[in-house]
């Protein structure tokens, strides 16, 4: 008994101490992070130019969010910092993984608090992309879908203040912001520019070179007999062959588009039918109510499983979807009818599709994991 | 010196108000594109009657039109150089109000008419739409279709019930485009524009019209230019399809 209170004094006493210690450390010692002065950081902004296609869309970055060196350099290591979600698990790259071209392999994306909605969308090419981003296109541009995902409660399940507290309180972020924007104080570390920042990293993600079509269509080699059984009838270019009428929402270069598309994946009598409505529900148009993005091809054998709810395991699953019609719904795209391709045929144009892999994306260390 | 100045600053006053006075008068145009079926406005989804027993519901109409002017007696002024006119509206009050192009800033004249392309002119055509900026709506990639090296110019979607008993079976899609299916189409109207004042003018389509002699059924998507049944009776159809109402 004896012994046991003096344990408790003890106890209380080493308590009473800590907390002491704790706040005179804190007061004498540790810099209020929100507002550290950066100004003798040098701000020497070195402009990124990007290496654009041949025959790729004009890249148009935000005019107030110029790519440096620096700010690219900063979006990177944001995007692969865990930091930006509540128990620092997840990170952009979670769902983004370089290795599986941006995408993770999984129907559904897992976030802090179990699973999304959907999918995870391929980043390739995306600075090229100008009409709205997510599967139903609730952002308009890079820099306003980078702002969504942290306060997600699914996806990272934090506050914007903390992870401005959380960034001010490292150095190396400090500097980065300073570098990357030419703020003159931590207070001035914003989540406009951590979306900014990320926003010119995820614009870097260019593939439009190095695939066996992009040597194609610059005439430096051939495609094989399927391969160019697939091309014609993916573009519906010879009147002998079926159209396959994938070119109609995956147009050349970026073989995806601009428009947002029903492409058959659920079936409804009527326009509110739709278990998950997609655009419509952004938009308010009840006959965009069922529509997604039209995802670019390229590097589609990296990306499985397909569609914005990952419900196709193989691109034979895929073809067949497209060729027997689809579901039937008011707003269904017309293109999806029964398209009486044989099995050679969808092979043929499986055989295409692979032809737009490029696999340097997957490998490019200026992609990968900066620490 | 002080008279001196008044009589110096009496003339400016006095120079500022004649070049006021002659200041350019000015008017301002609205065209509203509407969409109709049989002479009625035409939403999207809304069902209507077709070669008995089919049935129709669009999806979708759009085209491009180019070189918008208006004539005078001796010359054209510009209006727009390309737009595309999308018409696939969901309610009947927004079909009824078309989709709009407004022009300021015109001279104050008595024009003689009103004309345009439908589609995309050869020259732009010889382009691509990677070579456009994306606030330009030739930079849409789904608008062109590289099998042609063409823009679509004119896209008529929907889908069609072709036992008339209330499924909607077959999707149905009519694209057009190529230089040799490109038209202008002119109105010889008086229009007449007022200083300070907006003057409206309504263009309608009639879709009935527009597929008037097509077996749809038959072929439910085309993207042929060279297609005479279809994609060819689309383009002799539509100058009969349109109408200038004031």
């Known amino acids: 008994m004896i012994l046991r209170l003096k344990g408790s004094h003890f106890f209380i006493a080493f308590v009473i101490c800590i907390v002491c210690f704790a706040r005179c450390h804190d007061s004498i010692e540790m810099p209020d992070v929100r507002n550290i002065d950066l100004a003798g950081i040098p701000y020497l902004p070195e402009p990124f130019n990007l290496e654009v296609p041949v025959n790729f869309p004009l890249f148009e970055p935000p005019a107030d969010n110029s790519m440096t060196v620096d700010g690219i350099g900063l979006g990177r290591k944001l995007f692969y910092d865990p930091i930006l979600s509540a128990d620092s698990t997840i990170s952009?790259?979670?769902?983004?993984?370089q290795a599986k071209s941006f995408t993770d392999n999984l129907p559904v994306s897992e976030g802090i608090a179990g699973k999304t909605a959907r999918g995870s969308i391929d980043l390739i090419n995306v600075g090229f992309e100008y009409h709205g981003m997510f599967w139903d296109g609730r952002a308009a541009t890079l820099e306003l879908q980078a702002i969504q995902p942290v306060e997600n409660p699914i996806e990272m399940g934090e506050t914007w203040d903390n992870v401005m507290m959380k960034l001010q309180r490292q150095e190396s972020y400090r500097i980065g912001f300073r570098k990357a924007f030419g703020i003159d104080n931590s207070s001035l570390m914003t989540k406009e520019l951590v979306a900014k920042a990320i926003a010119q990293f995820e614009r870097t993600i260019v593939s439009g070179n190095n695939s066996k079509y992009d040597r194609f269509k610059r005439g430096e080699i051939f495609l094989d007999d399927n391969e160019t059984n697939g091309y014609l009838m993916f573009f519906n270019l010879d009147p002998v062959l079926p159209d396959a009428q994938c070119g109609h929402c995956h147009s050349a270069p970026l073989l995806g588009t601009t428009d947002y598309f029903n492409n058959g994946l659920q079936e409804?009598?009527?326009?509110?039918?739709?278990?998950?409505?997609?655009?419509?529900?952004i938009d308010g148009k009840?006959?965009?109510?069922?529509?997604?993005k039209t995802p670019t091809l390229r590097n589609l054998v990296f990306t499985a499983p397909y569609m914005h709810d990952g419900r196709f395991n193989t691109l034979e699953e895929v073809m067949a979807h497209y060729t027997s019609g689809g579901k039937d719904s008011p707003n269904k795209s017309p293109f999806l009818n029964n398209l009486h391709l044989t099995e050679s045929q969808k092979a043929d144009v499986i055989s295409f599709l692979l032809t737009l892999?490029?696999?340097?994306?997957?490998?490019?260390?200026?992609?990968?994991?900066?620490? | 010196m002080k008279i001196q100045h008044l009589f110096i600053a009496f003339i400016i006053v006095g120079m500022f108000q004649a070049c006021k006075g002659d200041q350019e008068k000015t008017g301002s145009i609205t065209l509203h594109f509407k969409a109709f079926y049989d002479g009625q406005p035409l939403s999207m989804l809304s069902t209507k009657p077709f070669t008995a027993p089919e049935q129709l519901q669009f999806t979708r109409l759009s085209f491009f039109i180019s070189d918008l002017a208006l004539m005078d007696q001796s010359a054209t002024v510009a209006l727009k150089d390309i737009d595309l006119v999308d018409m696939s509206f969901d309610d009947i009050n927004s079909a009824d109000n078309g989709y709009t192009i407004e022009v300021s800033d015109l001279q104050v004249?008595?024009?003689?008419?009103?004309?345009?392309?439908?589609?995309?002119?050869?020259?732009?055509?010889?382009?691509?739409?990677?070579?456009?900026?994306?606030?330009?709506?030739?930079?849409?990639?789904?608008?062109?279709?590289?099998?042609?090296?063409?823009?679509?110019?004119?896209k008529t979607e929907g889908r069609i019930d072709t036992l008339g008993n209330g499924a909607f079976d077959t999707g149905f899609a009519y694209h057009t485009g190529t230089n040799e299916l490109f038209r202008t189409v002119t109105a010889t109207?008086?229009?007449?524009?007022?200083?300070?004042?907006?003057k409206e003018i309504d263009v309608d389509i009639d879709y009935k019209k527009i597929l008037e002699g097509i077996d749809i059924k038959a072929l439910p998507l085309n993207s042929n230019p060279k297609d005479t049944l279809q994609?060819?009776?689309?383009?002799?159809?539509?100058?009969?399809?349109?109408?200038?109402?004031?």
């Open chain 1, 92 to 97: 952009c790259s979670t769902c983004h993984q």
């Open chain 1, 268 to 281: 409804s009598s009527d326009l509110d039918g739709f278990a998950d409505k997609g655009l419509g529900l």
């Open chain 1, 286 to 292: 009840s006959s965009d109510n069922g529509k997604f």
């Open chain 1, 357 to 371: 892999t490029d696999s340097t994306v997957l490998t490019n260390p200026a992609f990968s994991r900066p620490f």
């Open chain 2, 109 to 154: 004249k008595n024009y003689s008419g009103l004309k345009f392309g439908i589609g995309v002119p050869a020259d732009l055509n010889a382009k691509k739409p990677v070579n456009f900026p994306s606030s330009n709506p030739l930079s849409d990639p789904n608008a062109y279709w590289s099998g042609w090296d063409s823009f679509i110019f004119m």
């Open chain 2, 189 to 198: 109207l008086p229009i007449s524009i007022e200083d300070g004042k907006n």
């Open chain 2, 231 to 246: 994609i060819g009776m689309i383009i002799r159809n539509l100058a009969n399809a349109l109408t200038l109402v004031q």
